[in-house]
């Protein structure tokens, strides 16, 4: 890639007035190798699958299937797949990978520890991850706006060599919602029970705005709510 930073630098100058559509199109246009849009399935990427697929964008879509997700996550995918005739190509953890970590850890290992956790993610998310990104010049997120700081429409990622890229940066939840309801976008039915993120099921949680802790993942390695967690069960049992 020609001056990485030069393209950054431009295309963040531009993005403040684009529609995320007219984001998507541009980075397009920047570049010549391989765009690759990784979906969640939460409402910010079905925002994004449908701007791709409505406006017929060469950029391939693909997820990753930690074997861990929500039901309601694997019927957005079809109901996504129906919509706009097309297929989310899905990347799997390793197989052999996976059985090691299940016979080190337990099903549930990842309850115990902070390194525990992070192994899980090593082997059902980031490997995948790598896999599906090693080609490409370009990664996009659809990450909700509020995961990033400071927010903004590109970035590098030194980590996996790409520009890093999301069109909804500036999208509030509601504003997302509100796209996909216009559109008639399928959308997670978990969204309505409070769940900002679409995660693996024992690792995401509805976000209770009562309270003052909002992580809506990995909320057990937090003392503070630790004990509330999973009904004050000890999750390394």
Known sequence: MNAPHALVAR????ATAMHPLERLK??????TGEIVFITSFGVEDQAITHMIATANLDIAIVTIDTGRLFPQTH???ARTEARYGIRVRPFFPDADALEALVMEQG?????????ARKACCETRIFDPL??????AEAWVSGDPSNQKKPPSFVSLDEGYKVVKTNPVFDWTHAQALAFAGDNRIPFNVLHAQGFMTMGCAPCTRA????????SPQWWWEDESVAPEAYGGRNLGN
Do not use: C, H, M
């Open 130 to 135: 790598s896999l599906a990104l090693v080609e």
């Open 207 to 214: 976000i209770d705005p009562t309270r003052t802790q909002l």
């Open 26 to 31: 541009a980075l397009r246009e920047a570049l």
């Open 11 to 14: 295309l963040n100058a531009k």
């Open 107 to 115: 099903v549930n290992g990842f309850y115990r520890s902070v390194a």
């Open 75 to 77: 019927d957005v995918w």
